[in-house]
């Protein structure tokens, strides 16, 4: 099934940039597609982005221009660069994967994800 850990996480002001990280391991089938989400408290989980293995990207409306999205293949580990922070970027975010290819709306789906890591809190104050 494999098991993918997040880390990077951390409290920042606003204007502020952080870079997540998402390490892979134990993988047996291919993983097409790696995304990350975010959930902020009392919300639901909220796609932000995700990346194809041949490194096609897709991003939700409220991070494009300010995430990016990439992957390091070789050594099996997924980032997401988050620049110009808001306050209501505020959540805990997540990295997922799944064996199929995503679409450009593929965020939108959480359930279509069959592996998850644990989370990583990100916190931007104003």
């Known amino acids: 099934q494999g098991q993918l850990v997040e880390s990077g996480g951390g409290s920042v002001q606003a204007g502020g940039s952080l870079k997540l990280t998402c390490s892979a391991s134990?993988?047996?089938?291919?993983?097409?597609?790696m995304a990350w989400f975010r959930q902020a408290p009392e919300k639901g989980r909220e796609g932000v982005a995700t990346?194809?293995?041949?490194?096609?990207?897709s991003y939700s409306e409220s991070v494009k221009g300010r995430f990016t999205i990439s992957q390091d293949n070789g050594k099996n580990t997924l980032y997401l660069q988050m620049n110009s922070l808001k306050p209501e970027d505020t959540a805990v975010y997540f990295c997922?994967?799944?064996?199929?290819?995503?679409?450009?709306?593929?965020?939108?789906?959480?359930?279509?994800?069959?592996?998850w890591g644990q989370g990583t809190q990100v916190t931007v104050s104003s």
């Open positions: 990346i194809n293995s041949d490194g096609s990207t």
């Open positions: 134990g993988f047996i089938n291919k993983r097409d597609c």
């Open positions: 997922a994967a799944k064996t199929t290819y995503c679409s450009v709306i593929d965020y939108l789906y959480s359930s279509l994800y069959t592996v």
